[in-house]
């Protein structure tokens, strides 16, 4: 494995040589970006799950429209809505924003492992154009959640429905998934922002070889993703060049998939443009293949096909 010393100095070197031109053929083509939260101001229409308030909302509202004005300038013209947290299990507003706007929108709801009829509701809203489920641990023990007859009742369903279990998870997690991995291998798995490596602090060689490990369950994919959230996060981000590099090399380009998490990435400090132009622009390494994947192919491949 890479030591931790070429790890930095590589990712400096990446860093220094990224050009800044856009390639005409990447430039014209059309974009997806696979992770979007939107919500609405309407409180009344679309009610706040328990435990949160008006106030809680950060923007107060982001629309549709608001997310249009971030994503048509930059050639992104399909959009999977992942389900906010704001609405917990009630998936409605992202339902309708779906029917609302056929061709753009795929989705990723949450559900309720902890009920009855698990299976049924994986069902019925895969019928609504939903293609993953979000699963965040519950607690310190992952394995006991991961145990739990819900969320087992959720891999054996993924497996058998083609539906993606799309995990918000720690790097201390990846241990525990792996084995989940491997008791279910035809489950589609998707870890959402590099499973948080560089969030709580630097991007450490034992998180990020946690992460790589995962490559070698076919059935995972990976977003790359949330970039001001993580390293330095300070844009043009290109201090996570080299942990790009190596899930690119670990997991190939068409298992990867680019994301914003907006609006989180137009929060004050950060813009829409940074996010894509990271992947799209400046990371020589990066084939044109390479791009056409993480930007389009592999996003429209796990949630539009």
Known sequence: MTSRRHFITTSISSALSAPLATCATTKNSSFIDAHVHVWTPDTQTYPLAA???????????????????????????????????????????MLNMMAAHPGIFSGVAIIDETTADVSAQMKLLAKQGVRGFRLSPKGKDVEAWLASPGIEEMWR???????????????????????????????????????????????????????????????????TSAFYALGKKTAPYLDLAQMIRECRDSFGADRLMWASDCPFQVDPGHNYHDSISLIRDRLDFLTESDKAWMLRKTAEKVFFS
């Open 51 to 93: 435990g949160f308030e008006q106030k809680d909302m950060a923007p107060p509202s982001f629309t549709p429209d608001q997310l249009f004005a971030h994503t048509k300038p930059e050639g992104v013209t399909r959009i999977v809505l992942i389900q906010m947290s704001y609405y917990k299990t009630d998936n409605h507003y």
């Open 157 to 223: 369903v993924g497996a058998e429905e083609g539906l993606n279990l799309c995990l918000l998870i720690n790097p201390e997690a990846l241990g525990p998934i792996a084995k989940m991995c491997a008791k279910h291998p035809q489950t589609p798995v998707v870890i959402d922002h590099f499973a948080r490596v560089g969030m709580a602090g630097p991007i450490t060689r034992t998180h990020l070889d946690r992460l790589l490990h995962l490559s070698k369950y076919p059935k995972v994919t990976l977003k």
